[in-house]
């Protein structure tokens, strides 16, 4: 679509979709969700034809774009997004008498989503930014990313017709897309993708006039640690894992382990199987696969495969890392990862504090793993996810997920790109004072159903 | 304190800190509050003198303060600002077999929070920043205003000796600021003030190397609307709640009505009683004062007192406003406001949508009021909070509360400034994935206390 219809249609209709109900926005989601379910024929081979993925990934990625899409229609219609909290008037409040004070969240207007390239149905036309963004009440803007052309446009043709005019747009183009984030009309935007593209997006949403909430998903090198007794106890699982792990859709997930410490590297990489991948999304990732690649084989050693394409395992120790820490924040974006051996179990954690910000961080140990607490404890301050004797590719959809973390993770790290958390970026708190029945929102009437916070105490 | 010595400081209590348990943490804030509460025969003269305000409110003000300190004890006690989220594992999860994962929410890391000049006790040195980011287990570092230097200290020497080395500091200087904001130990910043200077601060947090979290309470013009029947019923009790408003400590509230919209504005102004207010908080404050005055006297009528100091109301029509949008973002601080008469209520929405982000938006009405569920939702799209036949100054603390609203009310306007809310600004969530008993935080064990969404369901 033409950018300014795209803009003038989401800003037309924002009200009036702002104020549908839950009830209508969860039955659109279920619409749109059916229809593209329905359509599976037709696209998951469009996508095997425009990403290279294989048939059963991208089946399996497409039904969890559905599930997530009627998850979220769950939750609207259990009321869970608008996290009410009612204080009634008390006269006797401590600080002075307190009036009827009533807060619900309430959409923050068009938002502009900017698809990636590695997840062709889950993070792209219709994946979760779309749909944490119209869950909350706005309508979208998304930016196609132009490893999928056609089946963007056919995604967003099987859709839109289950969405009322305005609220659903697809726009093509960088200069489009650079354009619609300086567009005032615009009030918050999604992005995954890479550090640079991301960083460069954050920092004219930043200038704007009115500056607004970008909420960027960028670079992780998702670290994790074996732990002496892990590698004691669990060495082959642990090293199997690692090789599925890290060849899992060719290596070009946001949450491949880029960064493994482990007692002995030697030994780690023996017991590492042979590592096989498909072909790369498209020309454009291998060659940043093959340059990052590059440039970390330039500063440690190639213990496995060969810079050019294919996995690649580079070799060193926390020592030498420690004196360039930047090699820690090399994103190698594809089947590779740094292995990296420790002398002890303080010395992992200095690498950990210098890994910069996580979208995951990984334990391997055993149950009774005496550094397994320090390790979690550690990474926490790192990371958004962290994981213990699990891999952190696979991202499950549910209330509890977490995928976000400080920056370079996100530019915004109190907040979820994944689970219906994630909804919340697109909604703002308003609270109502003293405000007559008539004209508070459903929600904030007495008797109301759903989850809510009433004078200070919490309510199923 | 030297800044460096402040900053480093922050830094190295910060993982001590943000381990500290919530009873830990409330019974800290206690204490403090316990001691401000014993230092107020200290500490009120000293706000007098430095602040011009009368002895009255700066008791009250006082007590705002440690009250508030409190609340955040009792929801730390109560486990409430975790918002915890269990995801037990489930093998017939519809996306796929879903790991047991569990979401709580840690510490953003040190916190500098700017300091205000009209609340010298509650949004200054142990204001609503300062405590909601101790609440969330985040040291703190306080950039004094400098409008009331001595109180400031004082203040800080109170509270100190009840915080951990490190937890708590106070810098001054406008350079240390500016510095401050910059450096890679702050990880969030707190800021209430003018939207030109906290525009600037926001811009050098954006340009970080890590851009961090800048949440900023810039400026409101907080319209209020009077309807044809609430001027009908009840224009006596508008007029004298409005002179009440206006003039209410000396106008130097960021949530003083200062756009009135009403059907009748002659009427309006000859029921409005004779305004008084106090001195002003300081010279700067008031050179500003009469200079927006100044600049608003240019372009429309005074229609009472005159620029140069003292109450000042400004009269147009919305018609003639919407001509000159740019005057209704022009906010003069201090006991001043625009009167603006509208032809009928379709215009009074239209100046409504030219008002840009506001903090608080009121309508003045009848019970029956046809008009009100409109205006109401108008109101809704473009403020924080939304009131009805009360006035907006005077903003109680209260878990429902919502201070803030889209820019240029706030940088942040998924975030309140005011209230238990307030916390989540300084926390982060983590998800814990399959992670053992052992290695949980408390709040995430099975069987711990406090509310919680498990599986989908919420818990009291």
Redesign the interface.
Known sequence: MILENALAGAAAVA?AY??TTPADRAAMLRAAADALDAAAAELVPLAMAESHLAEARLT?EL??TT??ARLFA??LE?G?LHEV???HADPD????A??D???TQ?P?GPVLVFAASNFPFAFSVFGGDTVSALAAGCPVVVKAHPGHPELSRRTAAVVAPYLPDGVFALIEGEEAGRAAVQDPRV?AVGFTGSTRGGRAL??LA??RP????FYGELGSTNPVVVTPAGWAARAEEIATGFAGSVTLGSGQFCTKPGIVLVPDAEAFLSAVPELTVGPMLNERIEDGFCAAAGEMAAAVTVARGEVGGGPVLFRSTAAEVLKQPELLELEVFGPAALVLEYADVPEALQVLDAVG?QLTGT?QGT?SDPD??EL??RL??H????????WPT?V???????H?????AT??????SVGT?AA??F??????????E??LPAELREGAPG?R?VD?????
């Not at 009115?210 to 909430?213: G, L, V, W």
Request: glycine share 10%; charged share 25%; no cysteine.
């Open positions: 009200r702002g104020r399996g039904a969890r599930f997530q769950d939750r259990q869970m909290r009612v204080d409040w401590p600080m002075g307190r009036p004070i009533r807060r309430v923050i009030k954050f920092d930043a200038a009115e500056p607004i909430p910000g334990v149950d397994a607490p979690v404890a926490v301050e990371a958004g996810r962290v994981l213990w004797n699990q696979g499950t959809v549910s209330d509890a997920q977490q976000g973390g400080p920056y370079p530019t915004a790290p109190t907040t979820t958390a919340a970026r909604l703002r708190p308003v609270a109502f004072q003293n405000v007559p008539a004209a989850p916070r200070g105490t919490t309510r199923p």
